[in-house]
């Protein structure tokens, strides 16, 4: 089945540490999208890629990092910059047409 | 800049009950496409409806019915019948343009508790 797959689905992060989310999909989508979901909010856009090797900020980028090496992987770093990571983040591929399709999320908490 | 209004926090009704979801948008393009999401617990993002602006059909889809109207800039969602499964976060979303990114900005989401 085509879909988009996230992982870890729980992720801890210490102090002062980098971690990656992967995100991958098999929908043949050109564009990815990252989001931010924090309690009781709506999400947030981080990072966006429309295709292979490129990427645009969102509207919370700093603190994050994405590469764009392959159609199907959209992997986002949450650096040491970003104070506050802890959240649930979604991974979403387009095209818009089709209402996009999200995956399972992972949710990172800083210990 | 496009923003997206879902004033209502949190609902909670009994079973069977009908309720509808507000969502107000605000948007400089002339073309832009309109969306329901819904979230249950597992926290996935289920897609329910997009709607492009020149396109003001209401729309029913069994016990879910949409209410477009530009005039006032809003999109609701209503469901009819309510039943526990309908328990989660909802979230409105707009897309602005023809190309380009195509992003989506999303409402704050309305929590929403069916009761048994």
């Known amino acids: 089945d085509g879909g988009i797959t996230q992982s870890p689905k729980y992720l801890f992060r210490k102090e002062g540490q980098n971690v990656t989310l992967s995100c991958e999909q098999n929908l043949n989508h050109d564009a990815m999208y990252w989001y931010r979901q924090d309690p009781g909010q709506g999400l947030r856009l981080i990072y966006y890629s429309q295709i292979v090797n490129d990427f645009q900020k969102g509207d919370i980028a700093e603190g994050y990092s994405v590469s764009r090496e392959k159609k199907e992987s959209f992997p986002l770093t949450v650096t040491s910059a970003q104070k506050n990571p802890t959240a649930f983040y979604l991974c979403?591929?387009?095209?818009?047409?089709?209402?996009?399709?999200f995956g399972s999320g992972t949710r990172l908490t800083v210990v | 800049a496009q923003k997206v209004t879902q004033a209502q926090t949190e609902i909670s009704v009994v079973e069977k009950e009908d309720v509808t979801l507000d969502c107000v948008y605000e948007?400089?393009?002339?073309?832009?496409?309109l969306f329901w999401y819904k979230q249950p617990p597992s926290g996935e993002l289920v897609f329910l409806i997009r709607r492009n602006s020149f396109d003001e059909q209401n729309e029913i889809s069994g016990r879910y019915s949409w209410n477009f109207q530009k005039s006032t800039s809003s999109f609701n969602f209503t469901i009819t019948a309510s039943q526990v499964v309908d328990s989660a976060v909802y979230f409105c979303a707009l897309s602005e343009g023809i190309q380009g990114a195509q992003k989506l900005v999303f409402g704050q989401g309305t929590r929403l508790t069916i009761n048994p």
């Open positions: 948007t400089r393009d002339t073309t832009y496409y």
């Open positions: 979403a591929s387009g095209p818009r047409a089709y209402g996009y399709t």
